[in-house]
């Protein structure tokens, strides 16, 4: 039985619409057969011949029609990073992951400095490419000791008079920001995040337990790529990962196989479930690119078998994209479709407050749509209700 209701209450004209044709809808709980129509930038009806008074169709038999892929940290590909690109090179990266299935991003910055960081933003703020929702800020609030491969000479104390001063001259372009809870300044900064509706997470963070837990419930929401970035779980000294898994706060996952063991991406989603997991890229400059050497957050970064590392072994970022991490996903955990793509999809909607338009089909919500087969190749994308990318 599909969710209901199956049409808009007013019909618009046929004039520039469309119809998916034969598809398999995808729905957070369940795989169902049927037709989806399209007009004006939303989802019309869906269901049995729902979309018979398209003008036009497209036939998708037996191909998955499942709502857009939502990437709440991507920094980069093709050979660019957010922090650094053209407003040319920001669409060709927004283009790169849109041909992926990915159709809302948060171009993800990392530390760097101040000045590299506002210009970065004016950037960002200038590009009109709809797949970007905003950004994610990823530093420079973070522990030293678990920096990764940010630049140690980059990482600042919180400071809630820098944070009011950087949102102010950017209303409403940071949609979330990523810090550890532990360090000096942090509840004030969070304060100041909270008041101008910034999402809090916590990561790149030595915290205990016991620090995580009064950062949750001084708002923080998620935990940025859990298991990655903080102390290793332990029996003694639970740390932010024992807390984000005893806690109902979102937590994201890096799922190439190399961030995090299959076995550890099982026990986040039967002690998480399904409701509060969130895939991510993590995608840097080199995704999309020949394996090499290339230069990342101004040292040599190596890939090899798809997985960027530091000269000296550490990992530093993913070449992942989403539609790989939920094929991934779906392997390690043997979980069903419906959930892997929730984790995509309604999941980082919820946590970005924008679920009443994206993250699920249903009627009234934007187009935004990734079509894919049974081996996660995507044939096409939607976005805004019209095809951005049809494989040839």
């Known amino acids: 039985m599909f969710p209901g209701p199956f049409l808009l209450p007013l019909r618009p004209s046929m004039v520039g619409t469309l119809g998916l044709v034969g598809g398999l809808l995808v729905f957070p709980d369940r795989v169902l057969p049927g037709d989806l129509w399209i007009g004006e930038g939303k989802i019309l009806a869906l269901g049995p011949r729902a979309a018979q008074g398209a003008e036009a169709t497209v036939r998708v038999d037996s191909l998955y029609v499942a709502p857009g892929f939502l990437d709440v940290q991507a920094n980069g590909a093709l050979g660019y990073d957010f922090l650094t690109a053209s407003p040319e090179a920001i669409a060709a990266i927004l283009d790169f992951f849109v041909r992926h299935g990915t159709t809302g991003v948060l171009a993800t910055l990392t530390s760097a400095p101040w000045a590299e960081l506002r210009a970065a933003l004016e950037r960002l703020r200038a590009a009109a490419h709809p797949a970007l ?81 009064r950062a949750f419930s001084l708002g923080i929401s998620l935990v940025t790529h859990l298991f990655n970035g903080m102390r290793p779980l332990h029996h003694r000294d639970p740390g932010l990962v024992g807390a984000a898994l005893d806690s109902d706060v979102f937590v994201s996952l890096i799922c190439d196989g190399a961030h995090v063991h299959p076995a550890a991406v099982r026990l986040a989603a039967k002690l998480k479930g399904f409701d509060r997991l969130l895939l991510i890229s993590d995608a840097v400059a080199p995704t999309g690119l020949p394996e090499g050497v290339y230069v990342l957050f101004g040292e040599q970064v190596r890939v090899e078998q798809g997985i960027p590392r530091l000269p000296d072994g550490a990992l530093a970022g993913s070449t992942l994209t989403l539609d790989r991490a939920v094929k991934n996903f779906l392997e390690f955990t043997g979980c069903s479709l419906p959930e892997a793509v929730r984790c995509v999809t309604l999941n980082p909607a919820r946590l970005l407050g924008i679920d009443d338009r994206k993250g699920s089909l249903a009627v009234g919500k934007d187009a935004d749509l990734v079509v894919f087969d049974e081996n996660f190749t995507v044939h096409y994308t939607i976005l805004g209700g019209k095809i951005v990318y049809a494989r040839t």
Not at 181 to 200: F, K, N, S
């Open 133 to 213: 929702l905003g950004v994610h800020m990823e530093g420079p609030f973070l522990a030293a000791a678990r920096r990764g491969a940010h630049p140690k000479e980059h990482l600042l104390l919180p400071s809630p008079a820098l944070v009011r001063s950087f949102l102010s001259d950017f209303p409403g372009l940071v949609r979330l920001w990523t810090l550890a809870p532990e360090l000096p300044g942090t509840e004030e900064v969070l304060r100041e995040l909270r008041a101008r509706e910034v999402i809090c997470a916590a990561g790149h963070s030595d915290a205990t337990y016991e620090e995580a837990l």
